[in-house]
C-alpha cells in the first residue's frame, strides 16, 4: 500500500497503555492517508476513494487488536483439543479485518448481526477476554451465562445481537433490526453478516427485497472466505460476485484482507444507507482454520494456497509492515506487544477455569417470559417437574 504522510508527527512519544515496552511508541493522531491494496469494485454506485484517513495511534490500535484476536482463536483451538470447549467452534484467523476495519467506521450505537464465527465480532463490539473463554467453556461469566457457546455470543448493551447457528437466518433478523431503526428515526444502520456458504439462502433475498422496498438502513455484509464449509464458492454459486446478488441493491467489492479498506466501505455504505436503503458489501477474505474444529482444513484446499495468503495476503502482517516502514515502532516494540496479548490471554483463561458452570436449574431460565408460570412435565407428561421461572 502506498502511503503519504500530510503533516509532521508533533505529538510527544506515549506508550500504549496496555503493553509494558522498552520504550515508548507512536499514539500520535496526527493524519496519515493511506491507499487501499486493491480498487474497490462497484456495482450500481461510485466507488470510495482509494485514500483512507488514519493516524499513528489507529495504526497500533489495530495492529494490537488484530494480534490479540489471533492469538485468542489460537488459544480456543488448544482449549477445544484439549476437550475444555465442547460443541461447534468456528474460528476467525484470518478474517479480523473484517471486524475491526468495520468498528473503525461506526458507533456502539448502530447494529451488528452474524452467524457462528462470532468471536471475534463479540470482542470488537466491546466484549472480554474474560466473557468470551468463559462463554466457550461453558461458565457462568460468559456472555450468555454459558448456556450459548461458541455460536451464541450477545451482547445487547452494544448492540450486537449473536451469535447464530442457523445458516442465513440472522439476515431477516438484522433487516428486522434496521426496521425498528427507521421506525425510531434513530439515524443508526445494521451490519448484517454472512458468509459465502449462506449466499444463496432464499430468506437472504426475500429479506433483501422487503428491506430494498422501504428503504431500511441495512448493509449486507457477505464475509467471502471462498469455502461454505468445505465446498468452493465455484462449486456452489453460478454468480460468485455476491456483492452483485442484489441486483437492484448497489454493491461494492472489498479487500476484507485491508483493514483500511474494510474502514473506508463501511463508513461509505453507513452513509449510503442512510439515504437510500440497503447495499451489499462483499468482503474478499480468507480463514486459515477449517470450517470448524472438526473440519482440519487441508482437504479441499492444499497448504500451499493457506501458506500463500498468509504470506502475501495476511491482515497482520500488512499493518506491522505500515508500521514498520514509517518509524512508528520497532520490530522489538511490536513483539513485546505480541508477548504482553498472550499474557492477556493466558490469564483470561485462568479466570475463566475459575468460573462456575450454571447451576442445574439454570436450565430453566431465559426460556419464556419471567413470571409466566409455565409448568415444565417428566417425559410421561403426568408429574409437573417444576415451574419455570
Known amino acids: 500500500m502506498a502511503l503519504s504522510r500530510l503533516t509532521s508527527r508533533s505529538n510527544p512519544l506515549k506508550p500504549l497503555a496496555s503493553a509494558a515496552l522498552s520504550r515508548s511508541i507512536s499514539t500520535s493522531t496526527d493524519p496519515l492517508t493511506i491507499e487501499t491494496s486493491v480498487p474497490f469494485t462497484p456495482h450500481l454506485v461510485d466507488a470510495p476513494s482509494r485514500s483512507v484517513d488514519t493516524s499513528p495511534q ?3 490500535t489495530f495492529f494490537r487488536d488484530m494480534a490479540m484476536m489471533r492469538r485468542m482463536e489460537i488459544a480456543a483451538d488448544s482449549l477445544y483439543k484439549a476437550k475444555l470447549i465442547r460443541g461447534f467452534c468456528h ?8 471486524a475491526i476495519g468495520m468498528e473503525a467506521a461506526i458507533t456502539k ?3 451488528i448481526i452474524t452467524a457462528y464465527r462470532d468471536h471475534c465480532t463479540y470482542i470488537g463490539r466491546g466484549g472480554t477476554l474474560l466473557e468470551m473463554f468463559s462463554e466457550l467453556m461453558g461458565r457462568r461469566d460468559g456472555c450468555s451465562k454459558g448456556k450459548g457457546g461458541s455460536m451464541h455470543f450477545y451482547k445487547k448493551e452494544n448492540r450486537f445481537y449473536g451469535g447464530h447457528g442457523i445458516v442465513g437466518a440472522q439476515v431477516p433478523l438484522g433487516c428486522g433490526i434496521a426496521f425498528a431503526q427507521k421506525y425510531n428515526k434513530e439515524d443508526t444502520v445494521t451490519f448484517a453478516m454472512y458468509g459465502d456458504g449462506a449466499a444463496n439462502q432464499g430468506q437472504l433475498f426475500e429479506a433483501l ?5 422501504w428503504d431500511l438502513p441495512v448493509i449486507l455484509v457477505c464475509e467471502n472466505n471462498h469455502y461454505g464449509m468445505g465446498t468452493a464458492e465455484w462449486r456452489a454459486a453460478k454468480s460468485p460476485a455476491y456483492y452483485k446478488r442484489g441486483d437492484y441493491v448497489p454493491g461494492l467489492k472489498v479487500d476484507g484482507m485491508d483493514v483500511l479498506a474494510v474502514k473506508q466501505a463501511c463508513r461509505f455504505a453507513k452513509e449510503h444507507v442512510l439515504k437510500n436503503g440497503p447495499m451489499i458489501l462483499e468482503m474478499d477474505t480468507y480463514r486459515y482454520h477449517g470450517h470448524s474444529m472438526s473440519d482440519p482444513g487441508s482437504t479441499y484446499r492444499t497448504r500451499d494456497e493457506i501458506s500463500g495468503v498468509r504470506q502475501e495476503r495476511d491482515p497482520i502482517e500488512r499493518v506491522r509492515k505500515l508500521i514498520l516502514s514509517h518509524d512508528l515502532a520497532t520490530e522489538k516494540e511490536l513483539k513485546d506487544i505480541e508477548k504482553e496479548l498472550r499474557k492477556e490471554v493466558d490469564d483470561a483463561i485462568a479466570k475463566a477455569k475459575e468460573s462456575p458452570m450454571p447451576d442445574p436449574s439454570d436450565l430453566f431460565t431465559n426460556v419464556y417470559v419471567k413470571g409466566l ?9 403426568k408429574e409437573v417437574r417444576t415451574v419455570l421461572p
Open 58 to 60: 489507529e495504526l497500533l
Open 91 to 98: 474460528l476467525y484467523d484470518g478474517q479480523e479485518a473484517v
Open 109 to 111: 450505537k448502530d447494529s
Open 209 to 213: 427485497n422487503i428491506s430494498a422496498l
Open 373 to 381: 408460570g409455565t409448568e415444565s412435565f417428566g417425559a410421561d407428561r
